[in-house]
């Protein structure tokens, strides 16, 4: 089993910033990606960006150039750097961790809010 524990997120102005941070823990040598995806109401859950042990990143259209994701691996932490936020970022966030084997887990979530 692995265990998410997302923090970060919160309320801001367009054109503002925010980080978020996923903590892994439990059986993390099983862990091959790490990333995060997103929810808006009404909506489905997207992938943002995820990122192997390797380093290999991968994102939606929607945020290139504007978010970044990154892996520490000795703090089996993954953080995902958000600049230029737009009200249509708005949503809940969820940070998930996949095994090879294809086992996702996920966080519980956290609401990023960007106002106009």
């Known amino acids: 089993q692995v265990q998410l524990v997302e923090s970060g997120g919160g309320l801001v102005q367009a054109g503002g910033s925010l980080r978020l941070s996923c903590a892994a823990s439990g059986s993390i040598y099983r862990i091959h990606t790490m990333g995060w995806y997103r929810q808006a109401p009404g909506e489905q859950r997207d992938l943002v960006a995820d990122?192997?042990?390797?380093?290999?990143?991968n994102y939606a259209d929607t945020v290139k150039g504007r978010f970044t994701i990154s892996r520490d691996n000795a703090k089996n932490t993954v953080y995902l750097h958000m600049n230029s936020l737009k009200p249509e970022d708005t949503a809940v966030y969820y940070c998930?961790?996949?095994?090879?084997?294809?086992?996702?887990?996920w966080g519980q979530g956290t609401q990023v809010t960007v106002s106009s």
């Open positions: 998930y961790a996949a095994e090879v084997n294809g086992v996702y887990y």
């Open positions: 990122i192997t042990t390797g380093g290999s990143t």
